[in-house]
């Protein structure tokens, strides 16, 4: 089954800085990786996205890019923002289930 | 405003109570799944509905039981739960299970066993 490992597991970053985490994946099939963030006491939510066809996508401050061939994706986060402090989740979906793997999770601390 | 409503958003129990959560949706979704959450850990995937079937159930202890009365609809029965079954219980849904949909999560139900 599919096996979804996630570095850093704390990032602390100034206000204004970029923040990279990275997560790799070990199952070549896989087709699907999303990016979740979760606030303290909140739900997971859906900040971004990326299917294997694509190599990256942005939406505003956020990026996302995957190397299929080295089975890594990335999250990128421009200009952070105090706001932006959470725990962020990768995860990778199986070709042969419904299932989502998730990383481990990387704690963002923006600090102001 | 999350689009996926669970109930309650607290609940505390007796190991030899019965209670229900509950969820639902009504985006129009196909998939509806259970997650588990423990504190600083990802979400843990319990079970999978598709077209109001189970699909998918992940060894789950028999004292948690699914239930989807229809395609807006999702229920945990849970009976004669232990202490390390208390946890942040998220439900999810997606358009469907099978292509690469995204899935969206309701606020939870934070369960405490005593």
């Known amino acids: 089954g599919e096996n979804v490992e996630q570095h850093p597991s704390t990032l602390s970053v100034q206000e204004g800085d970029s923040a990279v985490i990275k997560c790799t994946y070990s199952?070549?099939?896989?087709?699907?990786f999303p990016w979740y963030k979760q606030e303290l006491g909140k739900r997971p939510q859906l900040i971004i996205d990326?299917?294997?066809?694509?190599g990256e996508k942005k939406d505003q401050r956020i990026a996302v890019t995957l190397n299929k061939t080295a089975k890594h994706f990335s999250l990128h986060i421009t200009e952070t923002q105090p706001e932006d402090s959470a725990v962020y989740f990768c995860a990778a979906r199986e070709d042969s289930s419904y299932k989502l793997i998730f990383g481990s999770g990387t704690r963002l601390l923006v600090r102001p | 405003d999350t689009e996926v409503t669970q109930t309650p958003k607290h609940l505390v129990m007796g190991m030899t109570n019965k209670k229900s959560l509950k969820c639902e949706q009504h985006m129009g979704h196909r998939a509806m799944y259970w997650y588990k959450q423990k504190a600083k850990k990802p979400p843990e995937l319990m079970f999978v509905y598709s077209y109001e079937k189970l699909s998918i159930n992940e060894s789950v202890p028999s004292r948690f039981s699914p239930e989807c009365p229809n395609s807006s609809l999702l229920n945990l029965h849970l009976h004669a739960l232990q202490p390390e079954d208390s946890a942040l219980y998220l439900c999810?849904?997606?358009?469907?299970?099978?292509?690469?949909?995204?899935?969206?999560f309701g606020d939870g139900t934070r369960l405490s066993i005593l």
């Open positions: 999810a849904s997606s358009q469907v299970a099978q292509n690469n949909q995204p899935q969206h």
């Open positions: 199952d070549s099939a896989s087709n699907y």
């Open positions: 990326i299917r294997s066809n694509v």
